[in-house]
């Protein structure tokens, strides 16, 4: 799309036709013979003497060109432009981390999918978050697990391909058989450190206890909410077992409570689908578009034009005054022979 970006600038169109009409044309005054007794002759003849002066006449050509310079000189100091498609830039206003843990006990196969059929707990983590990743396309989505020690996957970032790909080559056992929560809260606070998003979000799984952690949850929980964290817990798992295996609902329930955010806990897949759902709910998709414009900028071109005008007016005014003294002088040549 063609703008002018000061378009006003097109009234001083008529500007040369007031100077036409409003003012005395241009008279170059030159040297005259001197007459004795002239003003003595003129109030004889019962004239008034002016002043002499000579009006340089225009040819066609500058009568032409004129106009069309003057035009295109308004045209270059209204500032063409040409606009092109706006672009649109999503900048997400959530960073959204899931801490997964890949204990040992993930292995364990005692989840019922939608199908009544057993799988292990890993499996079913798996298929509910990659579908829950599908449908967040606006977050900044990063990726952490933890078992003896809590590790980084994924930085926060739009590419949701590598998210999925992560979640797909989780294996438990693959960052130790224990359970270091509180130590997975305190990285997860670590990797928010960058994050410039107004609201930042945790989505903790465990099916354990901790077991591992130099800090305590509790005390990562309420350094999560100094730092304007709001961690979501989920607690999977056999809520029956014993010994490392039991699942400690009160310190999750403790979590979600220190930092604003929720517990939920899931027995079998279809719960976990129930639980995700309700996450999108409270958690809803939030970004912002931002749109821009680029402009080219185009008055080079009618003043490049004008320029260009002027001077080829001036080479044909010398190649016609050229043309004249050369005839002029063959002509004197042929009179003198």
Known sequence: MYQLEFSWVLAALPLPLLVWWLLPPYREESASVRLAFFGDVAHAAGLQPQGGAVILKTNWLQKALAPLCWALIVLAMARPQFVEPPIQKVQPARDLLLALDLSQSMDTKDFRNPQGQLETRVAAVRRVV????????????????????????????????????????????????????????????????????????????????????????????????????????????????????????????????????????????????????????????????????????????????AVLAVLAYHLVMFLLVSVRRLTRRDQARAVTT
């Open 130 to 305: 990659d579908s829950f990743v599908k449908r967040r396309p606006g977050d900044r989505i990063g990726l952490l697990v933890f078992g003896d020690a809590p590790y980084p996957l994924v930085p926060f970032t739009l590419d949701h391909v590598t998210v999925l790909t992560m979640i797909q080559e989780m294996l438990p056992g693959m960052a130790g058989p224990r359970t270091a929560l509180g130590d997975a809260i305190g990285l997860g606070i670590k990797m928010f450190d960058a994050s410039k998003a107004p609201e930042k979000v945790v989505i903790l799984h465990t099916d354990g206890k901790d077991t591992a952690s130099t800090m305590p949850p509790d005390r990562a929980a309420e350094i999560a909410k100094d730092h304007g964290i709001v961690v979501h817990t989920v607690g999977i798992g056999d809520p029956r077992a014993t010994g490392e295996a039991e699942l400690d609902v009160a310190t999750l329930q403790k979590i979600a409570d220190t930092t604003g955010g929720r517990y939920f806990f899931g027995e079998d897949e279809t719960q976990l689908e129930q639980i995700y759902a309700t996450l999108d709910q409270i958690t809803p998709e939030n970004f912002k578009t931002l749109s821009w414009r680029p402009k080219r900028e185009l008055f080079q071109y009618p003043l490049g034009a």
